[in-house]
């Protein structure tokens, strides 16, 4: 039987003065790569004596960054501590179930890359939600659409941000255990390179770190299958204790905790507004130098996204094999039952201890995830806050160096604001269920918009604002009465227990059974899945924005015999349905803002060129 000594032992001596020395090396990378991509762009603009567009070089790289770089960014931007550190936590606790909706995944992907991304690259704006000024001829859509990107991507950077800290300090003895130290290292780190160096300096840096998450987690698998007795006991074990089996639950009700339709349509909704309608992601898409180059990023990112997230999936399983023959870590007694999103850190120093530097380049592993999502948050809601809300104001009155300096102020700011945030992260939860949690809450209705936009030509501001506020309103309702219940907080399966001592109980496979279902005493509406409310976002914005439009037209796309106008034509030009009629170039409010003049037309130096001989140089 495991004793409370074997508890306090095992993660002692597992960072030493190496394993520090590495991951401070790791840091100075980091570092390293803002401040040069900062002197590189303050040298040019010297020697060459041009003035560059500020914002944009800031947050769209100059618009010719590579294919690799950019690839790499965006799978370690949104695989992030939530995939290094969340997702085999739950694998481990709930089973195979959380494998589909990275399958969904790459079908968010594809949505994203065949239907919106020709739309998003002709805008040729570094706020993607200049789109909504442009559709519905409404500023106030594009404002309202702006700010709920903020308030969701605060408290997701703020997530995030937490769930590595936590888990670190957990084996380390950096203050005692506790996790604001390592809150504040990933926060400082972050805002300093990327502040300084802009898109540039996040892509790169991105590039450097997805050498350490992908080395990290081969080391992982490789070491869990040799260290738990073989592949074929890793999957014995997970039939026998019913991992397996979530992935197959064919029950079509909602109010469950999972199954394989939640995970299909959930995980569609979440991963479309990470991956498709999000400002990290087209903002990098539109980095790239034609659309063409976007897509191949597109095609690149899928299995590269896929792999590494099956990888995830089997670490939870191999900890699952692993820590079989002790006390199952989530069922150990008093203060040594750990929290779900330690488990990756416990299960990796228990491994790796045995060889000096490989805790150490776990830990730059998992620093990595964050630090490379992190920085992209940041970069992304400064883009936003300054072109959509504070350019139109007074960005005239200032030149290029002021606009540069304003921007990067900006990026210190929401790194602040992030950080002070994560220090609120523990009432969330698991870091899973928080990242889908208000993720979802706020991005599944903006998703909803979008898709109103691009798939109801007849849908207009009035409408589209209503049906995006009364969908805001019941997700984050949803959200909010399932963090204050948790109805399915006890819902985990058990491993083996035999070790954790005579008072240890485990549920029965009925009781597990009922417990699927949530807490019967908690108000049905909220023991919905936590994974449905970005669906139900985007399904309710489709639906009564259409119908709302429906019965209320708009007088300006109608004459009087009922006939469409030039009106409707030019809003028809920012959906799918677009005709070779229709123009961008109708007047707003009398007149064209300036600039939206200057957009109305695709970008000469972007061109939708599908004869481009790709070289060496757009890769790399």
């Known amino acids: 039987m495991t004793t409370e000594d074997d508890y306090r032992n095992e993660s002692n001596g597992a960072f030493i003065w190496i394993d520090y020395l590495l991951f401070g090396l790791f840091l100075c990378i980091s570092l390293t790569v803002g401040v040069f991509h900062a002197w590189k762009a303050w040298r040019n603009r010297r020697i060459k004596h041009q003035e560059s567009n500020a914002s944009k070089l800031l947050y769209q790289g100059d618009g010719e960054m590579p294919i690799i770089p950019i690839a790499l960014s965006l799978l370690t931007t949104f695989l992030s501590g939530v995939t290094m550190l969340g997702t085999p936590s739950e694998l481990y606790a709930r089973g195979l179930h959380f494998w589909v909706y990275y399958l969904m995944g790459c079908v968010a992907f594809a949505i994203s890359g065949f239907l919106f991304l020709p739309i998003f690259y002709n805008l040729q704006c570094i706020s993607i939600y200049e789109y909504f000024e442009r559709r ?141 309608l999000n400002q990290m992601a087209i903002q990098r898409y539109c980095s790239l130098p034609s659309e063409r180059h976007a897509k191949i990023v597109i095609c690149i990112t899928v299995p590269a996204f896929l792999v590494l997230g099956s990888c995830a999936c089997f670490i939870g399983i191999i900890a699952l094999s692993y820590f079989y023959d002790t006390c199952d870590p989530f069922y150990r007694p008093g203060d040594y039952k750990i929290k779900p999103d330690q488990l990756v850190i416990l299960f990796a120093v228990k491994m790796l201890k045995i060889l000096p530097g490989l805790p150490g380049l776990f830990l730059a592993c998992i620093f990595s995830a964050t630090l490379s999502t992190f920085s992209s948050g940041m970069n992304s809601q400064a883009a936003v806050l300054w072109e959509d809300f504070l350019k139109p ?219 481009h001989e790709h070289t060496v140089g757009d890769f790399f």
Request: hydrophobic share 50%.
């Open 136 to 276: 519905f001829h409404s500023k106030f859509c594009r404002l309202i659409a702006s700010f709920l990107f903020e308030v969701s991507s605060c408290f997701y950077m703020a997530v995030v941000l937490y769930g590595p800290a936590t888990a670190l300090a957990k084996v380390t003895n950096v203050a005692d255990g506790k996790d604001w130290p390592w809150i504040l290292c990933i926060g400082v780190v972050c805002t300093f390179y990327t502040s300084i160096g802009g898109l540039k300096a996040v892509v790169w840096t991105d590039t450097i770190q997805a050498f350490f998450m992908y080395l990290g987690v081969g080391i992982m698998i490789v070491k869990g299958i040799v260290d738990s007795g073989g592949l074929a006991r890793v999957f014995e074990i997970a039939s026998e204790t019913r991992r397996l089996e979530t992935a197959t639950w064919l029950n079509p009700t909602p109010f469950q905790y999972t199954s394989f339709w939640i995970a299909i349509f959930g995980g569609l909704a979440f991963w479309l507004s990470l991956y498709g």
């Open 393 to 611: 104001l007074f960005g005239h009155k200032l030149d290029n160096d002021q606009v540069a300096l304003l921007n990067k102020l900006l990026v210190v700011g929401f790194g602040v604001i992030a950080t002070a945030l994560a220090f609120l992260a523990p009432v969330l939860g698991g870091i899973v269920q928080a990242c889908f949690s208000f993720m979802g809450a706020l991005s599944g209705p903006l998703v909803g918009f979008f898709f109103l936009g691009a798939l109801v030509p007849f849908a207009h501001k009035w409408p589209a604002l209503i049906s995006l506020v009364i969908s805001a309103a019941i997700t984050v309702f949803l959200i909010v009465g399932q963090t204050i219940t948790k109805p399915y907080a006890n819902f985990v399966f058990p491993s083996n227990t035999t070790n954790c001592g005579p008072n240890v109980t485990v549920p029965s496979n009925e009781l597990l059974d009922s417990m699927r279902f949530g807490d019967p005493d908690a108000f049905i509406l909220f023991r919905m899945s936590s994974y449905i409310p970005p669906f139900i976002g985007i399904v309710l914005v489709i639906i009564l924005g259409a119908l709302i439009s429906l019965c209320w037209k708009d007088p300006d796309c109608y004459d009087a015999n009922g006939n469409y106008t030039d009106a409707y034509r030019h809003r028809r030009y920012y959906t799918l349905f677009r005709k070779p009629g229709d123009s961008p170039d109708e007047l707003l409010d009398g007149q064209l803002s300036y600039e939206l003049q200057q957009k109305a037309k695709v970008h000469p130096d972007k061109k939708h060129d599908y004869k």
